[in-house]
């Protein structure tokens, strides 16, 4: 428990401050060829029921055989949360009616989870971070679907997910605003992604979390939570915290009480609903799986997998910082997705690390950005951004060329170098070619001139028209000294 609640992070109420109290079960679908017990396969949009074994479809005597995968995943998982790995887990049964699990129960891990706690570093600014807790990290499966909107009076059930490996990463109650919810799960889902073992994609459903919000006046111990399920975006992750936490405020400034009871937010009325008071465990009656036996590794195991960990998004920044003297704000940008990171170092290999830093972030992020694509659908590759910027370093073109030269390359493809040469895009070095534009200016200008010699501040204005009149070709520091020579100032 905190003893000094963050005053930014307080809500005023009608009788004094509160505080929020946030913790995340997020369900990651676990990246794996099949499911947790059977070898039917998973994947997003294959046709109704056409990824379905026996043993997902729960046919009586059928027997679940653990996905080794799965377990590596978890384990790889756990490691990147600087988690415990407990050598030794449980598989048990939840037993609740769904029309869409037709076993009757979910297996899952209750008192013996894979993974114990852990934590994850949380950044609110690129210079700013707080840590959250995880309480562990266990496997289980997923549900089929129940489908009500395809016939008047008829549900369907889909039960490609059935059986589905899930991972639920349960963080301790560490987040005390929307905003550090939100920034806890895009921390969480990168450092998914840079493992490999999810994909993150909370439109497919792949990773959705179940918000645990309270409130309580600062200082005062944890009030009751209520538990919103299945928020699917990370927008509506704050949307409903915020709701939810006015919600409570309002009740117990009116003199009443918070049931603890799982709720559901409704995005498009930006509230949440009551959906049943929260079950307790002994409700679900779970047990040990008596078809598993105990899950089993050892370190060298766990070793093994910690060997070939990926570098991770924190040990990435602070690389980018040290080796490229980048600033952190570029740094957190360019780690955010392992593949922009991985474009950003293709670029800078061999370059100066700031200019590719700006030309990827500010130039070809942006123009992205435009087109709604991410890095990994760039039409210009690392080599070719790589070239523009070699080009500006020799002198070859300006700086104001080179974004031209980016747009070209952006729409049309092309070798930078070669696009320079055919179009005539070189930078004017030769002193005189310059001198003949510098000349015509002056000699159109005669009042101009004039005004220069009283006012020097003036020299601006010609070198905008010398630039000018050579198409953006000219050595920009070239003009400038032979024109103050000219006019005399
Ligand atoms: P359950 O299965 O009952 O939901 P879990 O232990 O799986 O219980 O998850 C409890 C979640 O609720 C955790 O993420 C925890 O951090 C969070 N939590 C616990 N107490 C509070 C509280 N008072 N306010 C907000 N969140 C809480
Ligand atoms: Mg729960």
Redesign the pocket.
Known sequence: MTAHANPKNLIPGATGDWEV?????IHAQVASNAKLFSGAAVGFGAPENSQVSLVDAAMPGMLPVINEECVRQAIRTGLGLKAKINHRSVFDRKNYFYPDLPQGYQISQYKSPIVGEGEVIVDLSPTESFKVGI??LHLEQDAGKSIHDQHPTLSYIDLNRSGTALM?I?????MRSADEAKAYVTKLRTILRYLGTCDGDMEKGNLRA?V???V?RPGEP????C?IKNVNSIRFIGQAVDYEARRQIGIIEDGGTIDQETRLYDATKGETRSMRS????HDYRYFPDPDLLPLEFSQAYVDDLAAVLPELPDAKKARLIADYGLTPYDASILVLEKESADYFEAVAKGRDGKSAANWVINELFGRLNKEGKDVTASPVSPDQIGGIIDLIQAGTISGKIAKDLFEIVFTEGGDPAAIVEARGMKQVTDTGAIEKVIDEVIAANPDKVEQAKAKPTMLGWFVGQVMKASGGKANPEAVNAMLKAKLGI
């Open positions: 109290v946030i913790g995340l079960e309480e562990r639920e349960v963080s301790k109650p560490d179940d645990n919000v309270s309580r944890f009030g009751t939570r538990e929260k079950e307790e465990a």
